[in-house]
């Protein structure tokens, strides 16, 4: 048990510290897209400055000028003189045409040729940076500019950068964060497991004590248990030939029922013991599913007879297929279900063992019409020592036979549960796998 909650610990705790380390690495990938989002317009913006520069020198051959730039920094331009007319446009290899990301430029800038105006300004202007978006998602910056040179003339200036893309930023940085991704993985993984068999050390020692004390405590108690079982016994065959002192007699059939309550509380804790230390085996078979259900059937019959209760056996119709399991865990969980309905349901009701075949699964169930489980005792009912409401339990009981049939069903690879029965009582069953389909065809 122990050591299934450290395992579970362990999952949730190497769970949330990477979903922490994920989200601090998305933030750390965007901080790095902001930047450089900010460093593009950063660039752009000098970029703009210095060509602005150069062509205030009224230099002969601006295309010159702007082709280098082309070339060198990747600053794609489109120049007009004060006519309109086109001197120079890059040959930019965009995904969205490079005249239709002018146009946009123009649009967003309130103009269509800003050049061609007739107010044209006889000053040098740089405007601010302007986002576009082309025909196939991609994204860029454009920058306009009105250039006055020293020898009078007059230009426009457009410049168009790529927009960086956050996937060709990740994709190109995907290595390093998944790279640290995968060592804090691993070192968180080894650490927490570290860290948590530290933590969980003092208490596995303390179990283990508590452990060994019960299952010598039990071993110890046998051997007297077993002297004062005998000797009353022996007592019991004297008192039958003499059958005058009825007190004798009363005090002889509580030690008898006393002694057999111990010995149930012994043996319960003895199988407590030796599943909690793994010492339990499972001798798998194919068990024939009708034969054991008819066995059970009998087993128990005499017992509802003297209880007065009517014990039912529902048989499909169809074959049931072997199944490969412990057949001595398989009736001991069933027994189990039983002693508990029998125990709880009171004359003159009715009890039905039956098994069902659903979904891979073959279901056993043992249905009783008593009280049924109080909402309160539901969550506690396959605790160790849980004993419910003080009405549905006796003497006989110690809280311990569905906390052992819930760990030989972990051991059968099965599974067990209760709901409540239609018109009252409770209904206990076992689910194992049927991973063989060959089918019954006889007892």
């Not at 900010?38 to 000098?46: L, P």
């Not at 003189?81 to 969205?96: R, W």
């Not at 108690?221 to 002297?227: E, G, H, I, Q, Y």
């Not at 007065?308 to 001595?328: G, H, T």
């Amino acid at each position: 048990m122990l050591k299934r909650l450290l395992n579970r610990l362990h999952i949730i705790m190497t769970g949330i510290l990477m979903v922490l380390i994920t989200l601090i690495l998305s933030f750390t990938f965007w901080n790095t897209y902001q930047s450089a989002k900010t460093a593009d317009v950063t660039y752009i913006q000098r970029m703009a400055s210095l060509i602005i520069y150069q062509l205030e020198a009224d230099t002969e051959q601006p295309e010159t000028v702007l082709s280098d730039y082309e070339e060198q920094m990747n600053v794609y331009t489109a120049l007009q003189d004060s006519e309109g007319s086109l001197l120079y446009q890059s040959d930019a290899d965009f995904p969205t045409d490079f005249s239709v990301l002018l146009k946009k430029a123009g649009q967003s800038i309130g103009i269509e040729n800003a050049a061609g105006s007739s107010d044209a300004r006889q000053i040098t202007e740089q405007g601010g940076y302007i986002e576009l978006e082309g025909l196939h998602h991609d994204h860029y910056y454009a920058i306009p500019a009105t250039i006055s040179t020293q020898g009078g003339n007059s230009f426009s200036l457009t410049l168009v950068y790529p927009k960086s893309s956050a996937m060709e930023l990740f994709l190109g940085q995907a290595p390093l964060y998944l790279g640290i991704w995968l060592i804090s993985f691993v070192v968180i993984l080894f650490v927490s497991r570290f860290l948590l068999k530290k933590a969980f050390t003092p208490s596995e020692e303390m179990i283990k004590s508590q452990k060994d004390f019960v299952a010598a405590a039990s071993h110890e108690l046998k051997a007297p248990l077993a002297v004062i079982m005998a000797n009353a016994e022996a007592l019991q065959c004297m008192q039958d030939h003499d059958s005058s002192d009825p007190q004798t007699q009363s005090c002889l059939d509580v030690i008898d029922v006393e002694c057999s309550r111990m010995s149930r509380l012994v043996r319960d804790m003895l199988m407590l013991a030796s599943t909690d230390a793994d010492k339990w085996t499972i001798q798998k078979s194919e068990i024939n599913v009708d034969t054991l259900l008819i066995t059970l059937y009998e087993a128990y019959e005499p017992v509802c007879i003297s209880k007065k209760i009517r014990l039912e056996l529902n048989l499909s119709e169809d074959a049931y297929p072997f199944l490969s399991s412990d057949r001595e865990r398989l009736f001991q969980i069933l027994s189990i279900f039983l002693d508990n309905a029998v125990c709880y349901s009171p004359e003159g009701s009715s009890l039905q063992i039956q098994a069902s075949l659903k979904e891979k699964k073959l279901i056993f169930s043992i249905i009783d019409h008593g009280k049924g489980i109080p909402a309160e005792d539901k969550p506690f009912i396959f605790d160790r020592f849980y004993r419910g409401d003080k009405s549905r339990t006796d003497k006989s009981h110690f809280g311990l036979g569905l906390s052992i049939a819930k760990e030989l069903a972990r051991m059968l690879d099965g599974e067990i549960g209760f709901k409540d029965t239609e018109g009252g009582g409770a209904t206990f069953f076992l689910r194992l796998p049927i991973k063989k389909y060959a089918k019954n065809t006889g007892v």
